[in-house]
């Protein structure tokens, strides 16, 4: 069998998972009843813990927590989270510097790697029975804009699920090597990724199967779900018993789905009623209303744009073509200012939804080795310094470097036999330290105690293919390795990791052979039932006897096998019994048609079957 | 760009005004231990090569040491170099090779930034022929002269800025960098010429690099005020 390497988009709403068939074709993995996405919601309850679809029908159940949008706590310290929390239906409490949820049925908090963790688990659940075969290596897709934390945690939580993290690839790049694949075209391509909570600009320059990521820039805080919340607080505004109302949840639910439906009746009439007779309120929404409250948010995804276009050195005129991806570009305006931005042909003929977890499934495809023609250059998104004298940040690694990147820098002391000497390393664009994002603070310990200025540490700050940074030192004059361990600020240490796949593994319920026999034994146990009760109902007349001994043979065959742990030879046994009780089903049911057509009641089916 | 010249292999043109000049040292390969020159890859065992501390960033993409390079020959060769050592074509290898790939990726993306950028490349062109190291740690920091036309420039650009707005006051600056940049250009093919030149020549080279030297600074003074234009507005 294939090693597969599968491609997965953990988005804020939905989530998918998708590969690279054998006859070169990508494919998004359905679930059982065929659905290609996974809200990516979990609901925690008393009797366990939901993921999916099962768990946002529990969204407004009192005895269970429904914890959506996760991606937007990612990577993120409690401080950080403060506007979701007045956003979010759900209590965020501070654990130990991260946002976490509590789950008081199982007396834990969930930090939000371990929730997306609980997604990705159920994505790769649903590729190993799709695929019958274990899958344990992905590539994770994250917004561009996404800094060093938001991708560990991102990794961290494909860790978690039990997967190990080929790759984190940003998001509209994953959209445009799905497309560019297509295409086969070469050219200058602007990329407009707009989700339901995140906003992602990046122009790339495909030439000859390599794809470059000329520069990249976005917003963690823009998406489709800012303009539903638009539309709301306009309603709220124009109507305060709307205003009182809506303290209640229930209320801002019922509102926040009001105004997304009605922005999507908008992209194609001009005019929408709004009617919610639960809270006794009416109103007309008019498309030209409503793009005046989205318009902010749409200058503001526009100045994201002028901004990367400002870092490649290009102006809309060199722009081949521009690529629509994620639900949100959709909405009507945000399409029109588009094409009126660029003046351009637009496109959008993929699914919005499914080019991203295509595109991850692509790049999967090129780490497992099988496509050394292709190749993905891609760039950092925010620059990555240290803090110096006065608190001011110097800038080590600009952002829109392409990726891997290094950067050496030569530190010294500051007094006689110094042995220490602290570093801070910052990710951001702004002047002074403290408004950048604190990425590490460490010690480089056992320099040799030498006069003032003379040790030469020589660091070298390193950011991956994901990325990620990573930070060794050299004392140059002594030639001795300092071993850096970077401290996240906050969230999952590595301990932390550690613990809690230790603890995912000693529960290992969940590995691939063991789901296997358990899903192979359910199936058993139901054919078992069914022949049994068929052999207790008929008579020699409809199954012979030489036929009766043949199945019950295999019946017990069957039951000895379940005993076992082979889930395959169980699934064998029990396709064995399948055909052998072929002949009686077919009889059964001829004999069933004949009764019906002499005006016979039928036999009753199941009745005493729980 | 006149210059179509490939990259033919010629003794280092590095260091001239130096006479520690060091040619590429011949080392072995780290997996097979057969001897090898600068080679990407190992001819015998086909592993990539760490690059050693003597390459610079012309070498490191395979390109002459020249101020005038063919922007489509430089990202002709990126590409191949990429193809070569980008992490995402070395999964499967030894963690060793990983690490040497990443670490020789990092240095192809770093020089084809420096290269890319004709005022980068300048920059890094002077320091190169004066026998500075292969790959400086950090960018220097570039010291002030000029620095009286500066500071009446910005005064003058505050001005503007507040009666006029941030175009007339874009629109004065450039008046002054648009020339300074075209002498900076003008400037590459006669370097480059005297760096091919003989001996005789040394001195002009020199003095030309100090030119040249003095416009780079200037220039990025200027770029700044510009730059500050754009973030107020």
New interface residues.
Partial sequence: MNRIVVGIDLGTTHSLVAYRREDGQVEVVPDRQGRLLLPSVVALSKDGVRVGWSAREKVNDPETTVIYAAKRLMGRSFEETEAERRSLTYPLVDHKGSPAVPDPFRNRFLTPPEIGALVLRDLKNRAEEFLSQEVSEAVITVPAYFNDAQRQATKDAGALAGLKV??IINEPTAAALAYGLGSGKDGLFAIFDLGGGTFDFSLLDI??G?F?VRATNGDTHLGGEDFDRAIVAAWLEENPKLSALAERSEVRDLLRKEAERVKIALSHKTEAEVVLPAVGFRTTLTRARMNALVEPYVDRALSCVRAAL?DAGTATSDVDGVILVGGSTRFLRFKEAVAAFFGKPLFDSVDPDLVVAEGAAV?AD????RR?DL???DVTPLSLGIETIGGVTST?IPRN??????????FTTYVDGQTNVDIHVLQGEREMAKDNRSLARFTLSGVPPLPAGTPRI?VTF????NGILEVTAREQTTGTMSNVVIQPSYGLDKDDVRNLLKEAFSHAQEDFATRLLVDAKTEAQTVINATERALERVGSDILPDADRVAIQNQVKLLKTTMEGTDGRKVRDETQALDRLTQPLAERLMNQSLSNALSGMALPQEGGSHA | MSDTKTAEKKPSQANLLHPDNREHSHSVCWNCEKKIGDEDVCPSCVRVQPFGPERDYYSILGLPARLTLDPRLLVAAYHEKSRTFHPDHHVEDSEKEQTIALGNASLVNLAFRTLRDPFLRAHYFIGHVKGEPARPNRKAVLSSSDLMEIMDLKEERDALLASQGPAVAEQRLRAVIDPIEQEIYHSFEEIDALVDGSEDGREKLSKALATLSERLEKRAYLQNLLKEIREAS
Avoid at chain 1, 462 to 465: L, R, S, W
């Fill in positions: 080929l790759r030439r000859k390599i470059e400002a790049q090129i780490l497992s080795g050394k190749l993905l250059l080590l470097t392409t990726i891997p990147a290094q950067a050496k820098e030569l020589e390193q950011i991956d293919a």
